[in-house]
């Protein structure tokens, strides 16, 4: 039995979550010793397939069907359990999306199943996967190891599996049109939810800087802001620092900002507290900038500065000013 990644789109296209959900199937299928599959729903799916289907994976199922051209938990529950009654899979995985949020719950219950959601790591133990979930904003890790013949269901948070990680490949592509009725779909399509609009998304972003409340003054931030535009990456911060205004809350990064997880990711007087780490945790390359030695954040940084910021960081971008002259 295989390990089915549930991949999302959105009128023809891919949701960033999807390769990365992709990445962590292909983890814990291998460490299973099973191979993966991908799954997507909708209307005219057969045209996107063939890029998932460039990933390494045993098949690729594009779930065909016109009451899935709009997006519905009835529809979406129904097509996914008659996919997965029919590929069997032992476990089944979705990115943490809205729309997963959504249907993914309803899903599992048809196979009298629980969702275990919003996973944050994953690791086999005994032949059978054992999922982390934080609790109490990450204060809190807890084990969650599935019971019973399965299917089991997951979904995993984001920036907890890099995407870059995906191994490429060649699937056959097969396509799979549920018995799906109109009685079955209850619900009127709405549009998809979307948060409030942003000026800026950190997730989508390769390079962050962000300052903490070592910088100890709303005036001083722009010593930080010139670092980030040195090396070409978008300013962020910790809660602290938006909570008083001194940046906008669509700087945030955190467990009650954005999630993200960049090529590098600059933290500049920011000792680490755990609420800031999840949202974060998932970047490639974790600089740290802090005169506090034992700061949390050195713990998981894999480059440390101790000294203070407002002589390392105009340091930084003059050293930063020559090498591009």
């Not at 990445?23 to 299928?29: G, R, Y």
């Not at 629980?114 to 934080?134: H, K, W, Y």
């Not at 190891?145 to 920036?159: N, T, V």
């Not at 390769?206 to 010593?223: E, L």
């Amino acid at each position: 039995m295989s390990v089915l990644a549930v991949l999302e789109q959105q009128g023809g296209k891919w949701h960033r979550m999807s390769w990365e959900t992709f990445a962590a199937a292909q983890e814990i299928a291998a460490a299973l010793g099973t191979e993966v599959e991908a799954a997507v729903a909708g209307s005219g799916v057969a045209a996107i397939a063939p890029e998932a289907a460039a990933k390494q994976a045993a098949r690729v199922w594009a779930v065909e069907h016109p009451l899935l051209n709009d997006y519905t938990a009835d529809g979406y529950a129904a097509a996914f359990e008659a996919l997965i009654r029919r590929a069997n899979p032992a476990l089944v995985l979705f990115p943490h999306t809205y729309q997963t949020r959504d249907f993914a719950p309803k899903l599992a219950t048809r196979f009298g199943c629980v969702l275990i959601s919003d996973a944050v790591a994953a690791r086999v133990e005994d032949g059978g996967p054992v999922f982390v979930r934080q609790l109490f904003q990450g204060k809190l890790n807890a084990d969650v190891r599935p019971r019973g013949s399965g299917p089991h269901f997951a979904s995993l948070q984001a920036g907890a599996w890099r995407a870059d990680n995906l191994q490429s490949g060649s699937a056959p592509v097969e396509t799979f049109e549920p018995p799906l009725q109109p009685s079955q779909i209850r619900q009127k399509p709405e549009p998809p939810f979307r948060e409030s609009a942003r000026g800026v998304d950190l997730s989508a972003a390769n390079i962050i800087v962000s300052v903490g409340r070592g910088i100890g003054d709303k005036d001083k931030i722009p010593i930080v802001e010139q670092l980030a535009q040195a090396i070409g990456g978008e300013l962020a911060a910790s809660r602290p620092i938006c909570d008083a205004g001194w940046l906008p809350m669509e700087r945030q990064v955190g467990s009650s900002g954005q999630t993200v997880s960049p090529k590098v990711y600059v933290a500049v007087g920011i000792s680490g507290a755990i609420q800031h780490l999840v949202g974060m945790k998932g970047s490639k390359t974790i600089v740290a900038i802090n005169r506090d030695k034992d700061a949390p954040i050195f713990e998981v940084a894999d480059y440390g500065i101790v000294g203070d910021l407002f002589e390392v960081v105009p340091a930084l971008v003059q050293e930063l000013g020559k090498s591009k002259s």
